[in-house]
T-cell receptor, first 113, second 109 residues
Framework: IAGITQAPTSQILAAGRRMTLRCTQDMRHNAMYWYRQDLGLGLRLIHYSNTAGTTGKGEVPDGYSVSRANTDDFPLTLASAVPSQTSVYFC????????????FGPGTRLTVL | GQNIDQPTEMTATEGAIVQINCTYQTSGFNGLFWYQQHAGEAPTFLSYNVLDGLEEKGRFSSFLSRSKGYSYLLLKELQMKDSASYLC??????????WGAGTKLIIKP
């Protein structure tokens, strides 16, 4: 692994289903983030984690949950998907919450029907 | 509320210079970032400004005026591979990045 990986690359999901997007980094970064990117809008922060064992809410957290059991992994779960959650999801990491640069994973394109 | 404004789209010619502007209103300021994002790909870091002035990095430069809530990204000697979206983002008082919608730059031969 080099950098950040995300899985799956893309997914079509029926409304009401549960879905977990996976994110793994091998840079030993303390901080990790989940964003969604929608056409015509800037990236919006869903949840973040300052360090393993802690998480926080971003701008658009409703309908999503995260966990940070260890440094490397930061999964994002949609408990009951709705069509408005159709988006491209990016995971990112940085050395710290105050870090100068965030490194992004390749993204997951999610469609909820 | 917090707001980042940048033009939706710009067109420039290969070999020329282009300036992409960004204005912001945020609760607190802990630096301004520029990222490049090619279509279908992840954003990649270009520059970071926290003090007023110009930061130069090869063909790319970024300028910041905190008193005016203004930044620009200057791209020189444009190449076709510079066709991408350029994202402006400000780190607010909670150390969260507030992102603009991005400027799509189209380079013509």
């Amino acid at each position: 692994i080099a950098g950040i990986t995300q899985a799956p690359t893309s997914q079509i999901l029926a409304a009401g289903r549960r879905m977990t997007l996976r994110c793994t980094q091998d840079m030993r970064h303390n901080a990790m983030y989940w964003y969604r990117q929608d056409l015509g809008l800037g990236l919006r922060l869903i949840h973040y984690s300052n360090t393993a064992g802690t998480t926080g809410k971003g701008e658009v957290p409703d309908g999503y949950s995260v966990s940070r059991a260890n440094t490397d992994d930061f999964p994002l779960t949609l408990a009951s998907a709705v069509p408005s959650q159709t988006s491209v999801y990016f995971c990112a990491s940085s050395d710290s919450l105050q870090g100068n640069e965030q490194f992004f994973g390749p993204g997951t394109r999610l469609t909820v029907l | 509320g917090q707001n980042i404004d940048q033009p939706t789209e710009m067109t420039a010619t290969e070999g020329a210079i282009v300036q992409i502007n960004c204005t912001y209103q945020t609760s607190g300021f802990n630096g301004l970032f520029w990222y490049q994002q090619h279509a279908g790909e992840a954003p990649t870091f270009l520059s970071y400004n926290v003090l007023d002035g110009l930061e130069e990095k090869g063909r790319f430069s970024s300028f910041l005026s905190r008193s005016k809530g203004y930044s620009y990204l200057l791209l020189k000697e444009l190449q076709m591979k510079d066709s991408a979206s350029y994202l402006c983002a400000v780190m607010d008082s909670n150390y969260q990045l507030i992102w603009g919608a991005g400027t799509k730059l189209i380079i013509k031969p």
